[in-house]
């Protein structure tokens, strides 16, 4: 599906998304750093943890709200609502006030609006796009945030430690521009007998998160789904790990290194340089390569898809540990990021078929608990390093890949047998 054939609500969204996503990508590879030089390794791992617990509820409200109120409302609360605590977060990192527990609180509040805010935009894409061009849609927007993934940390490396206070307080702004843009220049999508009977059901709030919580039990009850939820919680341990785990490790086990010499001129990098370096790597294979493997993937099965991804995922983390050696790290990530690129163009495509379209926001919201639940989790590596050493918490985030590789095989042998039943009956 070529661009110019997008729905005008896409063309806008890409644009004004790109934009708020390379601004934000200039910080927020470094919290964990803040956090864990703020706080400490275990302070700042179990309070990461907690912030998560919120957007796991978040999350599940946003797509019941997105289909009750409509993607656009959601997108416009949720954008301008991170857009002010962006701001807030900037003035706990200012020149005149420092408080990293004010800029903790920040950072928890800007992530349960973004909880709000992707059931509803990807939903919107569901809604507009036919099921034949979707992934190649949602595969655009992947690698449009993965340009932003390319650019930020670069920037970022550059100005975070002496500019914070800037580019918290643009990103608030900009978030806050996208909003008053969303509000005024893109249209409504969800089918109207979504929210036609709101204002009956939203008076009560009790009524409302019964209703909620009901509407959740059914999505919950479809085991295929199910599966789908519990295997991407685990690889998600991997994955999740490229802003919390990596800069903590790059940071203490790689000394300064020469990465480039020629003749009496060299490059050297070491810590936090190694993980911009790292961070730039990944996003810039992403921008150039999504697409065409999400392509090559198309060729292939999608359950071989999943448990090779997750397989490949597993060996790249363990040989990540395995090394502190700038180019073995390289290599490592470009298999990370591999793995990455195999289900990106799928992983949206999947839910689609599995969601009836008037809960499309919620099954999205649903298999967001993949990433919700995964990084509410994953602090937990920042701990066990004190523990176990890097090692071993490696090798153990590999496992979990692995296991997930077994559950994406059960799941797809459950929705092989009820599609076949489908088309017997």
Request: aromatic letters at 16%; one cysteine or more.
């Amino acid at each position: 599906m070529r661009l110019r054939d997008w729905n005008k609500n896409l063309k806008i969204r890409l644009g004004a998304e790109a934009l708020v996503n390379i601004t934000f990508w200039m910080f927020f590879p470094f919290l964990a750093i803040y956090f864990t030089d703020s706080f400490g390794k275990n302070m700042a791992g179990f309070l990461l943890i907690f912030s998560q617990v919120f957007s796991v509820i978040a999350n599940l409200m946003g797509g019941y709200c997105a289909d009750r109120f409509g993607r656009k409302r959601m997108m416009v609360i949720s954008a301008i609502g991170q857009g002010v605590f962006f701001v807030l977060f900037a003035f706990a990192n200012s020149p005149w006030f420092e408080s990293p527990i004010i800029g903790f609180i920040c950072f928890t509040i800007v992530s349960i609006f973004g909880s709000f805010y992707w059931p509803a935009s990807q939903a919107m894409v569901a809604d507009v796009v036919e099921e034949k061009d979707r992934n190649d849609v949602f595969a655009v927007f992947y690698t449009s945030i993965n340009i932003a993934v390319v650019i930020g940390p670069i920037v970022g490396g550059i100005f975070y430690a002496n500019y914070r206070f800037e580019l918290l307080l643009i990103s608030g702004l900009l978030c806050i521009a996208l909003g008053l843009v969303l509000a005024k220049w893109i249209d409504e999508t969800a089918p109207q007998k979504e929210h036609s009977t709101l204002a009956g059901k939203s008076s009560n709030w009790v009524h409302f998160l019964k209703n909620q919580l009901n509407e959740y039990a059914i999505i919950l009850r479809d085991k295929t789904f199910l599966l789908f939820i519990v295997a991407g919680v685990l690889v998600a341990q991997t994955f999740m790990q490229l802003d919390l785990l990596i800069p903590v490790y790059t940071k203490e086990a790689v000394d300064t290194q020469t990465l480039l010499s020629l003749n009496n001129w060299s490059f050297d990098i070491k810590g936090e340089q190694a993980f911009g370096l790292l961070i730039s790597e990944n996003g810039l294979l992403v921008a150039l390569f999504t697409i065409v493997i999400s392509r090559w993937m198309s060729i292939f099965k999608e359950r071989n898809v999943f448990i090779t991804s997750s397989i490949v995922y597993g060996i790249a983390i363990f040989a990540m540990g395995q090394t502190s050696w700038i180019w073995g790290l390289i290599m490592a990530m470009a298999l990370f990021t591999f793995a990455e690129l195999m289900t990106a163009g799928i992983q949206n495509g999947f839910i689609s078929k599995l969601a009836p379209e008037h809960m499309r926001g919620q099954y999205f919201a649903a298999a967001s608990l993949r990433y919700t639940i995964g990084r509410m989790i994953a602090p937990l590596s920042i701990p066990m390093t004190d523990i176990l050493g890097f090692t071993w918490t490696f090798g153990t985030l590999a496992i979990l890949s692995f296991i997930s590789a077994c559950i994406f095989h059960i799941m797809y042998k459950r929705f092989e047998s009820q599609n076949v039943v489908k088309a017997v009956s």
